[in-house]
């Protein structure tokens, strides 16, 4: 295995020499950007961007492009040379800085050849994407970072990239951008300088990566379950203010609408990336449970708009539709996962959909203009929903779904949806009723302590289903031995890649349904999915891995075959809406 | 009826006198420079709960003018930390108002470096003028006087108001919005522990609350609305974990705040979950969260307000003199903590000096009724 990490310091310095190029205005855009393309025959020569290569297709967002349909064009791995698959470069975050958190859920995004990854702890790393070498590296400040542990989960899933800069949401509801070229921090806001409230104390924090589009960057947030008031919000790009006159709120204010008579209040925050079509500027985005999650009796209708799919104008954040999965929630049935834009084959004729699966275990497609309904509530998990009890009852899915904040990717040559999904069953207890609940008389008393908890004796595990979007129906399911935590990405080859959370990764012949090829990572718990992208015509796949040992592995033709030791799942709080 | 004036108005006015008197001062030392102007069709707007439809949303039109010319590609800004809104060739721009939302927001020009007047850039004698440009945006819940009536003490008054809602508007007022979890960790011998972190966890689902670092004394606090939970308690001190006996959870009742004080082990990683390694009592106080009324008076006037009632209703006691000066009212968005045993609710009176206003709180002169 090839490691050959340069030193940050050795990495800023070339930089410093090396004159500058013309950055990319737009690196959403999958195509490379046109300061960047150039004649492959200095093929292992770095640019003076730090990059190895001279032509780069990108891996430019979170899912791809805009669109999150997470499809490359690419077709040099194929089913036949699959099993050339090896390492061409791996890298131990923690190595690289000691400071780096357990449990990684970053998804790779890759521009001119430079590969940018986020950790959990929100350090930002800029590889060369053909052989690793550290370009840059930044980190918060101690202090800063000390904060970061007041909130239960410090994931991050990455990074947009647009205007010469690269911009990060962190945990502690910051924004940052740094220099695209050397890693240095250009600005950060805290977002309750802009939104009202939004700090950790309140229940607020970010995990989601963030979306360039068009001089904006679009944020959401992470923290339903805790009762904070969920929103999309777009800042410029340049310099962080605010793009619209307020956030699109998701749910009312507290103490309004159908919270008027709930407490602790608020749910539907968009805790994972927005979609956009920059073909009519609408962005699409799935919204968090209501809170309280399990208590429904003050918190009366529908709770719109939580566990919903919203379009929203992203120039003015004006609201275009809405359509609900869930109504009504008590089982934390989040819409989670990022939805798609899919220009697909409906009933033998092209249309543009947004599809989305659930939490809820359901899958839906809806017309992206108009919101209307195509394909309704395809289930894709077993489903089996009883209203929770103080007692408990146990309904299929359970809290962590269904399809959780794994992405699904969509195939436009087999007309699937693939989606990743969790096949487990939770216990869910209702809270008691007002009537049973009253405020303890005399305050002081020792009126409550441990006990065992209940325990479901059910083993879950994970799929991966097909939906065909011509007929709307599950073309086939496959098992997993885990829950699909990280999710799809699928090539013009037919292949689709995806990793489990003993940190292996499989290659699926889309058509066949099989799974044709499958890898140990020396790493564990892939929670993300691939970022597929090529330098100099040549293809490459990146993966990172998170649990206890967050690393990147970058696979291509021709590289080491040496796999790792079986890693140990990670089957505990990886969600965080 | 008495005629309802805008929301706002001491605000404006003070910015008026403000003006006026900047303008005298200039005019003493050159002739009359025309003044910045900042035009909305619409600047007062009476608050209207949110709808899943974002009806409650306003889209207003503006102008910014120099004396009568426009201002062109200038910046304007809401509230001091809005979006830039740019102003066209004729001086126009358009901004959003979130009517669910009581407030009081100034309009200002924030940059004129582009700007430009009849296609000119904007000199320094025409800067000031420009920057003196300003209006503002009042959304706000109509207030009425129902009755005034002698209080028992001869030198105040009972005034009987009530928020005046439309009547397809769901807004609840001031009542609990946390609870408080809070107690203190300390090593097997009882020593304060600093610097440690609680942190509890649903145990099946999600939603989690963690504490601030614990003092030298030990205590810690933080503020959650437990959902007669089961949860994971965690105590983390350093790198090291102490957690709940394998299997075990812990129950949070509900609707109140608790102590929980943790005493960790003295081997190993497992707390006792027994007393004394692990009490837990229930405790007074919650944090209260929602809309209250009050008087804009200057802070030394003692009176008191109660919490509106469902209708929105509310009395307040106020000294004969303040109140027959006709004060505004003003309305507010308060969150506090109130470490009190008993549960507040609608009706009951707030302690003197309890609610104070603030800049972007809305003003308003109530109607008789």
């Known amino acids: 295995m090839k490691k050959t990490h340069a030193t940050v310091g050795t990495a800023l310095s070339l930089l410093l020499v090396l004159s500058s190029c013309a950055t990319n205005n737009n690196a959403n855009n999958a195509s490379p950007s046109p300061t960047a393309t150039g004649t492959a025959s200095a093929t292992n020569s770095p640019t003076a961007t730090g990059a190895t290569g001279t032509s780069f297709e990108n891996w430019g967002s979170y899912g791809y492009t805009l669109a999150n349909n997470r499809h490359v064009p690419f077709k040099e791995i194929t089913a036949d040379n699959v099993n050339d698959l090896g390492v061409i470069w791996s890298a131990d975050l923690k190595t690289l800085d000691a400071d780096v958190k357990n449990g990684n859920q970053s998804y790779p995004v890759v521009v001119d050849g430079i590969m940018y990854v986020t950790t959990a702890g929100n350090q930002v790393f800029a590889f060369d994407a053909a052989t690793g070498n550290t370009i840059w590296h930044w980190k918060p400040e101690a202090e800063q970072a000390a904060n970061f542990s007041k909130a239960g989960i410090i994931a991050n899933r990455g990074v947009a990239v647009g205007e010469g800069k690269v911009f990060m949401l962190a945990v502690d509801n910051s924004l940052v951008s740094l220099d695209q070229k050397t890693g240095e921090l250009i600005k950060m806001i805290k977002l309750s300088d802009y939104i009202d409230g939004v700090t950790i104390e309140n229940g607020y924090y970010e995990t989601t990566a963030p979306q360039y589009y068009k001089g904006n960057v679009y944020i959401g947030s992470s923290g339903s379950d805790n009762g904070v008031r969920g929103f999309v919000a777009a800042f410029k790009a340049s310099d962080l203010t605010p793009a619209w006159d307020s956030p699109f709120w998701t749910v009312p204010p507290k103490g309004q609408d159908w919270l008027a008579k709930s407490a602790f209040q608020g749910g539907g925050t968009v805790w994972n990336p927005v979609a956009i079509d920059e073909e009519t500027d609408i962005m699409y985005f799935s919204t968090g449970n209501p809170a309280p999650d399990f208590y429904g009796e003050n918190r009366p209708g529908d709770n719109p708009y939580t566990d919903s799919v919203v379009a929203v104008n992203a120039m003015t954040g004006k609201l275009v539709w809405a359509k609900q999965e869930v109504s009504h929630d008590m089982w934390d049935y989040d819409a989670a996962a990022s939805p798609m834009i899919i220009n697909a084959t409906v009933k033998g004729a092209k249309k543009k959909l947004v599809v989305q699966g659930g939490k809820s275990g359901l899958w839906f497609a809806w017309d992206a203009a108009t919101g209307d309904t195509v394909w309704d509530k395809v289930p894709f998990t077993k489903i089996d929903k009883k209203d929770p009890t103080p007692e408990g009852t146990v309904s299929y899915p359970g809290v962590l779904g269904g399809e959780n904040y794994a992405p699904e990717t969509y195939d436009p040559n087999t007309n699937y949806v693939l989606i990743p999904g969790i096949e487990e069953p939770s216990l869910y207890k209702s809270a008691k009723t007002e009537a049973e609940a009253s405020t303890p008389d005399s305050p002081g008393a020792a009126a409550f302590g441990t006990s065992y908890e209940a325990v479901t004796d059910v083993k879950g595990y994970g799929t991966v289903t097909a939906i065909d979007v011509a007929t709307g129906k599950k073309a086939y399911q496959i098992k997993t031995t885990d829950a699909q935590r990280g999710g799809l990405t699928s090539t013009d080859s037919g292949l689709a890649f995806f990793g489990e959370l003993d940190g292996k990764i499989n290659a699926l012949d889309i058509k066949a349904g099989k799974v044709i090829w499958t890898f140990q990572t020396t790493g564990n718990s892939v929670q993300a999915a691939p970022s597929i992208f090529t330098v100099d015509g040549k293809e490459y796949i990146a993966f990172t891995t998170g649990g206890t040992k967050p690393m990147v592995h970058v696979f291509g033709l021709g590289g080491d075959k040496t796999q790792g030791q079986a890693g140990q799942a990670e089957t505990g709080n990886a969600h965080s809406g | 009826m008495k005629k309802m004036t805008k929301a706002g108005l001491c605000a404006l006015l003070a910015v008026g006198i403000t003006l006026w008197t900047a303008a005298l001062t200039d005019a003493e030392a050159r002739t009359e420079a025309p003044r910045g102007r900042i035009e909305l069709e619409q600047s007062s707007f009476v608050a209207k709960s949110w709808r899943s439809d974002g009806s409650h949303l306003a889209d207003v039109k503006g102008k910014l003018l120099y004396g009568e010319r426009p201002v062109a590609n200038a910046l304007l800004q809401m509230d001091g930390k809005g979006r830039s809104i740019a102003t066209g060739e004729d001086g126009s721009f358009e901004l959003t108002v979130d009517r669910s939302l009581i407030a009081n927001k100034a309009v200002r020009v924030s940059s004129f470096q582009e700007a430009k007047i009849d296609g000119k850039p904007i000199g320094s004698e025409e800067a000031d003028g420009v920057l003196s440009a300003s209006s503002a945006v009042t959304i706000y819940h109509p207030i009425e006087v129902s009755r005034v009536e002698p209080s028992e003490d001869a030198s105040k008054v009972r005034v009987h108001a009530r928020f005046k809602l439309a009547a397809d508007d769901n807004i609840a007022f001031f009542r609990i919005d946390?609870?408080?979890?809070?107690?203190?960790?300390?090593?097997?011998?009882?020593?304060?522990?600093?610097?440690?972190?609680?942190?509890?966890?649903?145990?099946?689902?999600?939603?989690?609350?963690?504490?601030?670092?614990?003092?030298?004394?030990?205590?810690?606090?933080?503020?959650?609305?437990?959902?007669?939970?089961?949860?994971?308690?965690?105590?983390?001190?350093?790198?090291?974990?102490?957690?709940?006996?394998?299997?075990?959870?812990?129950?949070?009742?509900?609707?109140?705040?608790?102590?929980?004080?943790?005493?960790?082990?003295?081997?190993?990683?497992?707390?006792?979950?027994?007393?004394?390694?692990?009490?837990?009592?229930?405790?007074?106080?919650?944090?209260?969260?929602?809309?209250?009324?009050?008087?804009?008076?200057?802070?030394?006037?003692?009176?008191?307000?109660?919490?509106?009632?469902?209708?929105?209703?509310?009395?307040?006691?106020?000294?004969?003199?303040?109140?027959?000066?006709?004060?505004l009212f003003f309305e507010t968005q308060l969150t506090k903590f109130i470490g009190q045993d008993k549960a507040l609710k609608g009706g009951d009176e707030l302690p003197v000096g309890f609610v104070q206003p603030r800049e972007q709180d809305p003003r308003v002169e109530a109607t008789m009724s």
Request: contains cysteine; charged residues 30%.
């Open chain 2, 178 to 327: 946390k609870y408080r979890i809070a107690g203190q960790v300390s090593d097997y011998n009882g020593n304060p522990i600093k610097d440690a972190v609680v942190w509890i966890d649903r145990d099946k689902g999600e939603g989690f609350a963690k504490s601030t670092p614990t003092d030298k004394d030990g205590r810690y606090e933080m503020y959650y609305w437990p959902e007669d939970e089961e949860t994971n308690l965690t105590v983390i001190v350093g790198t090291r974990r102490y957690e709940l006996p394998e299997g075990k959870v812990f129950n949070l009742p509900r609707n109140t705040s608790v102590d929980i004080r943790i005493r960790l082990p003295k081997e190993g990683s497992t707390i006792d979950d027994k007393p004394p390694t692990l009490v837990c009592t229930t405790s007074e106080g919650a944090t209260y969260h929602g809309l209250l009324a009050g008087l804009d008076v200057p802070s030394d006037v003692p009176y008191s307000v109660s919490i509106p009632d469902r209708e929105g209703r509310f009395v307040l006691t106020v000294p004969k003199d303040a109140w027959e000066k006709s004060p």
